[in-house]
């Protein structure tokens, strides 16, 4: 099991930048990836950013050079950089993490943390 809880959200202005932090727990050693998601009023959810266990890292064109996911095993926290904020942006922000049991794979949600970009 592993438990994640995500903070750093809030109001911020177009232009403006804020970091997100996702503190995981329980079996911190079995994860494998971990994901930053939002979802906007009337969109689906979708991937904002990832990183394995190797550091490998993946985002989609829309927050590509903007945002930048990081991870700090000493902290057992995952963050997500984000600069040049957009109004688009606006969206609740989700940690996600896949951890390992034996042979098979797991999915661990946080509760999500809202951003809200003004104009």
């Known amino acids: 099991q592993v438990q994640l809880v995500e903070s750093g959200g809030g109001l911020v202005q177009a232009g403006g930048s804020l970091i997100l932090s996702c503190a995981a727990s329980?079996?911190?050693?079995?994860?494998?990836?971990m994901c930053w998601y939002r979802q906007a009023p009337g969109k689906p959810r979708e991937l904002v950013a990832r990183i394995t266990d190797d550091d490998n890292t993946i985002a989609p064109d829309s927050v590509k050079g903007r945002f930048t996911i990081s991870r700090d095993n000493a902290k057992n926290t995952l963050y997500l950089q984000m600069n040049n904020l957009k109004p688009d942006d606006t969206a609740v922000y989700y940690c996600n993490a896949d951890y390992a049991q034996g042979s098979l794979l797991y999915g661990s949600w946080g509760q999500g943390t809202q951003v809200t970009v003004s104009s």
């Open positions: 329980g079996d911190i050693f079995s994860i494998k990836t």
